[in-house]
């Protein structure tokens, strides 16, 4: 994460009604389970004239939309460049936060050190960092995972869809999201076995 300190100045929700698309602000860097202390570069994603109620959408140079209330004092706020204004950390740039759930063959630890060790070679020491790291004892059986209408919605009256069937294990499940209006069934897993009779 690469941040430069910005002289600026924060701007009244008047002042910010006077700006166009054009005008680049400051507004907050925190996204959505990512609390940072520091303001993205944006834009408004309309003309400040045509808002209505106090209330602002900005897009970030990341692409993220935020809702703006300038003159709540319990917000971070619009900041514009001003020479004359106070020192903010702002973001310059980012990396991707990547959210794992890998199924390690053995599970042993040996194979989730390497795996680590793989991954801090590739992107370099002090990026990959473990968040959550959870071993789950996957056994060697195979579930059928089905899909089904959820009885008693309109939504789902009345259709007929293939189920779903993955060969999976059980600890997929918990990764998985089921289709809206359907829920998840899982089975132990059935061969199919063809009992054409052959000539």
């Not at 063959?105 to 060790?117: D, F, H, I, T």
């Not at 993955?166 to 999201?177: A, G, K, N, Q, S």
Request: hydrophobic share 40%; with cysteine.
């Amino acid at each position: 994460m690469n941040t430069e300190k910005v002289t600026a100045r924060r701007l009244t929700a008047d002042e910010v009604s006077e700006l166009g698309r054009q005008d680049g602000i400051f507004v907050s860097a925190q996204t959505e389970g990512l609390p940072l202390d520091c303001y993205a570069p944006a834009s408004l994603t309309k003309p400040g004239k045509n808002f209505e109620g106090g209330s602002f959408t900005a897009r970030t140079i990341f692409g993220d939309e935020i809702q703006l209330l300038p003159d709540n004092a319990e917000e971070p706020g619009v900041w514009a460049a001003d020479p004359a204004g106070e020192e903010i950390e702002v973001l310059q740039s980012a990396g991707v936060l990547l959210n794992l759930a890998l199924f390690v063959p053995g599970g042993n630890k040996e194979s989730l050190e390497a795996l680590y060790a793989a991954a801090r070679d590739a992107f370099g020491a002090g990026i990959v960092q473990r968040w959550n790291e959870e071993v789950v004892a996957v056994p060697e059986v195979k579930v059928d995972l089905f899909e089904e209408p959820i009885r008693g919605r309109k939504s789902a009256a009345g259709q007929n869809r293939d189920r779903r069937a993955l060969d999976i294990y059980p600890t997929r499940v918990r990764f998985l999201e089921p289709s809206d209006g359907w829920r998840f069934i899982v089975e132990p897993h059935q061969e199919v076995v063809d009992e054409t009779p052959t000539i």
